[in-house]
């Protein structure tokens, strides 16, 4: 398992202390194997130091490597290894440099889906945004960090266990929020068959989330990871724009049963651009390639525009083309209905939320858990201001 070749890494450069400019360079990789059925992948660190008589900084990654030959991969970690120790002396105060230049000559050759970095002269470094540098320049599409906000490896805690995915933009997390992270997740182990310590929930943190007119704003992701670090929650951060890209790289970690959470809106949205883009052929395959034998997609209802009409899957607006396949779906549990949802809370939005923090608004407390609300408060994110100071 990948989790027990990180700690014979760690050990490894846990006792070398270099005493002067010295580095340290340690690595435990597992190569493609001979019928080609394992992927290559593995640890690289870096103990260093830049001044003397100053403690010494760790820098850590996991590498998946993409070449089909044994000597091509080996060539590919070499160049990383340079990279690695040209980045420590050169690109220490710099982060998105440093991260990038981990895919100089091997761009195409390796994926780096998490990089630690400790020690004095990366003090300042913020490990969430190291994960979404990671995915925003391109080196991986899948990046994690946990509730105190540290890079994670899915091989360190998610191996056969089951895991629920929760997607959403979460600015701000609100109470609908909470509910469904609560009753959904309870389905799922329920569904699963699995206790707390055999399963995991988890969001996720899409790019296209992210973005907006101007582009990613790291303030507003930041303020987004605090609520949902607050909420106790462990964090995907991906370039995935539908979820088959997740499911493909949650695929080397052998998980048990996979569900993911979505509004029934985007549910809808969903199936009906699927159709729409391989309605002359490709229909079967794609869909396919989603609802695969161990996932199972939960879908959490909503109000329509007039906020008076509940949408759930009995009334799920998709093309009438598609019926028969959303039918068979439902019928076979691949897609199932949330239950004992809160139907109190479903007209509260996110958005109208999150304008009356940035106006300054009355009230808006209400629609969020304290914690949240008063992290908000505490550390004035989303544009927060105190008008009565």
Known sequence: MLDHEYHLLHSRLKHERPSNLFF????TIASLNYQRTVKGHGWLGVRFQLHPN???NDFVVHVKMLDNDPQQQQSAIGVLGVNMIYACFNHYG?????IES???GIRERVTIDLIRLSGPDFAEIDSRLVCLDMVRLGLTDVAMFDEHGQCIHASEFLYKKSLMVVRGHFRPPTLVTSDVFDVAYKQFMSDAGADGEKSEIMAELTLDYLGSNGGIRDQ???DRADMLCAGRQKVIVSNCTNHIGLIHYLDDFRISTLGLVIGVRELSDLITNKYEKHKEGMLLAEFGQLFTKNLRVYAYPALSDDLKTLITLENLPIPSGIEFLVKFLIENHFIVSVRNYNSEILSIMPNDIFQMIQSGTLGWERFLPDVLA???KEK?????CNTNL
């Open 24 to 27: 340290v360079f340690a690595d």
């Open 54 to 56: 100053r403690e010494p």
């Open 94 to 98: 710099d982060q998105k440099a440093l």
């Open 102 to 104: 981990l895919h100089d």
């Open 220 to 222: 507003d992701y930041l």
């Open 374 to 376: 008063n992290k908000i």
């Open 380 to 384: 004035s994110l989303f544009g927060y």
